[in-house]
């Protein structure tokens, strides 16, 4: 094993013909054992980074290094196990023969494509055709294909993607395990509740550019403070003080509560307050901010999912 | 690593029934267009035809002649099935996505497309022996029915005429495979394969060959594969196959035919390296 982080670019670009950038200036550090979460919005360039990272497209511009080799290195991309944009086999095959062709590629024997299908529960339906398969069946062939010959570092996009409840347990499970044995798993998902759960560090992707990466603490506070809900007597009298307060951003009166927004840090400043005007104060906690909440808070100021001639504009 | 490509693709291949279809195709070609329908013609040949023209096509659907009567019947019929075949392995993969499940891997691009070029030549060997064996099969009932002593080609005729097949189908299929890779379509590529054999090898071909253009007929697929078959002893006058007539010399076509195959898998190689995979 070669030492230096997992995954390492800088200035990751890649235009299109006409002119759209689809990743722009891209600086990403993905060390050896972590569990990395990409996220972003519909055409955020998630997908077309993996892509240059397992040499399936040519960056535009920018360098880096997979497994201490530079992009689309053969050698380092065996050892690279990878599902982007969905699973793909050929639909005359069974699931099993797909992962026996895969591994005639990678001169694999057969008894890791049983291993694989084992890991992905998909041993049982393995005779059958790909065609016949469900969504998920296709999902748990696609994971299977990216852990087979164990590989050092797993690329996976939106991998829960049409699995049952079950299916997203168990992949949880199955990061977990990849994580525990020392590998290191780059995966995007739209999950941002799983990501939070999975996940050491996060990159949040908008546009095409990195806009906020650390780790989940440091996301959830990107986003914006967290706030306050408070139930009071009299509400409107506590409205008004509470407002008033010059560390409090906003008040808003929401099912017989206020919603404050404000650092934690200021409960008891405001609590403080609203005893000294005499109101009765009969609940006060704080409300974290989730990942998902602080996903928002950074990425919705720039509007809807961005078109074409915005692109172009970049 | 070309070597796991090419088993890889061997093991695509047994499983693709199209191909074998294909190949099935061209030897019930050989069945009914070289004997069936010719031996059918010399039946009906009645006293009107001189003598020697219904001996020389009973001749060749003998088992003597039936090495370079089969070369011969490659030109016209069999390359267009071997370019198709080309083709077929090279584009397949672009259908279903299969291509970036496998590339993001197997990155090694060139040893990917050498590895299934290799599937193909030989793919293409196996067709030629097929091709000799049904040949042979059917000549020895024409014999067998005319009542005439079995006389088979030597040991060494045989060789060589699977190899001149061998070559002559490695020439269509990198035609095909190149097609392949430029277009991404299995489906474009027996469109332009077919169209190309169509026009301007049969139509352009026949035009060139009335206007006595040879210079340009001998860099052409089917002349120079119609050239193997003639210096191996195939007479174009005999029918069958023969609708192709040389334009050159073995030696020259031999040329012609490598050119086409190297030609055919350096555009392959340049195109596959150079485009994204989505
Ligand atoms: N082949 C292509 N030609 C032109 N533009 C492309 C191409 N592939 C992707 N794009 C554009 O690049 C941008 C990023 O797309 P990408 O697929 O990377 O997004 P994503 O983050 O994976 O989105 P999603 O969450 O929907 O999967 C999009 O605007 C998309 O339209
Ligand atoms: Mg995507």
């Given at each position: 094993?070669s030492?230096?982080a997992?995954i ?10 006409a002119g ?7 600086d ?73 062709l ?32 469900s ?15 164990d ?40 999950q ?11 990159a949040?992707?908008?546009?095409g ?12 506070s ?36 206020l ?43 720039n ?12 | ?30 069945l ?10 010399y039946?009906s ?8 023209q219904?001996?020389?096509?009973l ?13 011969g ?37 060139r040893?990917l ?15 030629s ?12 009932v024409?014999?067998?029915a005319?009542?005439r002593?079995?006389?088979f ?5 045989f060789?060589?005429?699977?190899g ?15 097609l392949?890779?430029v ?15 169509l ?12 206007l006595?253009?040879n ?7 089917g ?7 003639q210096?191996?002893?195939g007479?174009?006058s ?9 334009a ?17 898998l ?13």
């Amino acid at each position: 094993m070669s030492t230096g982080a997992a995954i390492h670019v800088t200035g990751l670009t890649k235009s299109y013909a006409a002119g759209a950038v689809a990743v722009g200036d891209l600086d990403l550090t993905v060390e050896r054992g972590q569990v990395y979460g990409f996220v972003g919005r519909n055409g955020a360039g998630k997908t077309t980074t993996m892509r240059m990272l397992v040499g399936l497209i040519r960056p535009t511009a920018g360098t880096g290094a997979v497994l201490g080799r530079p992009l689309g290195d053969p050698a380092a991309l065996a050892r690279v196990g990878s599902l982007i944009e969905g699973p793909s086999f050929y639909p005359h095959l069974s699931g099993r023969d797909n992962l026996r062709l895969l591994a005639r590629y990678l001169g694999l024997p057969d008894t890791e494509v049983d291993a694989a299908l084992e890991r992905v529960e998909l041993a049982h339906r393995a005779g059958d055709r790909f065609r016949a398969y469900s969504l998920g069946m296709k999902q748990r062939l696609g994971v299977a294909a990216a852990l087979l010959g164990d590989p050092e570092l797993l690329i996976l996009d939106e991998p829960t993607n049409g699995l049952d409840p079950a299916g997203i347990v168990a992949m949880r499970e199955l990061i977990g395990s990849l994580a525990a044995a020392d590998r290191t798993v780059l995966l995007s998902s739209h999950q941002l509740n799983e990501v939070e759960e999975i996940c050491d560090r996060i990159a949040v992707i908008h546009n095409g550019r990195l806009i906020a990466e650390g780790t989940v603490a440091d996301i959830r506070s990107a986003g914006g403070t967290g706030s306050l809900l408070i139930r009071a007597d009299p509400l409107d009298k506590a409205s008004a003080v509470v407002a008033a307060l010059p560390q409090v951003t906003s008040v808003a009166e929401v099912g017989g509560a206020l919603a404050v927004q404000t650092d934690p840090a200021n409960a008891a400043a405001v609590n403080r307050a609203l005893a000294l005007a005499d109101i009765d104060v009969l609940e006060l906690r704080v409300v974290r901010q989730s990942l998902e909440d602080a996903f928002l808070d950074i990425t919705h100021d720039n509007g809807p999912v961005p078109t074409g001639d915005q692109l172009e504009a970049r | 690593m070309i070597g796991n490509s090419m088993t890889a693709e061997l093991f695509a291949l047994r499983r693709r029934r199209a191909v074998w279809v294909l190949v099935g195709f061209w030897s019930a070609q050989i069945l009914l267009f070289a004997y069936t329908i010719s031996y059918v013609i010399y039946l009906s040949m009645g006293a009107d035809f001189a003598a020697g023209q219904a001996e020389a096509l009973l001749a060749s659907l003998l088992p003597a002649s039936v090495d370079h009567y089969i070369v011969g019947s490659m030109p016209i019929w069999g390359g267009p099935v071997m370019l198709i075949i080309g083709g077929m392995v090279s584009a397949g993969d672009y259908r279903n996505g299969t291509l970036r499940t496998i590339l993001a891997r197997f990155a090694d691009r060139r040893a990917l497309l050498l590895g299934r070029y290799a599937a193909v030549v030989l793919v293409m060997l196996i067709v030629s022996i097929i091709s000799l064996v049904v040949g042979t099969a059917c000549s020895t009932v024409v014999s067998l029915a005319e009542a005439r002593p079995l006389v088979f080609p030597s040991f060494g005729q045989f060789l060589t005429a699977a190899g001149a097949l061998w070559l002559v189908e490695i020439a269509w299929a990198s035609v095909g495979f190149a097609l392949g890779i430029v277009t991404r379509n299995v489906g474009a590529t027996i469109g332009i394969g077919l169209v190309w054999t169509l026009l301007v090898e049969n139509v352009l071909g026949s035009l060139l060959g009335a206007l006595d253009l040879n210079p340009i007929r001998a860099v052409m697929l089917g002349p120079a594969s119609a050239a193997i078959a003639q210096a191996q002893g195939g007479d174009p006058s005999a029918g069958g196959g023969f609708a192709i007539t040389a334009a050159t010399g073995p030696g020259a076509a031999v040329a012609v035919l490598l050119g086409y195959a190297v030609l055919s898998l350096a555009i392959a190689l340049f195109t596959f390296n150079r485009r994204d995979v989505v």
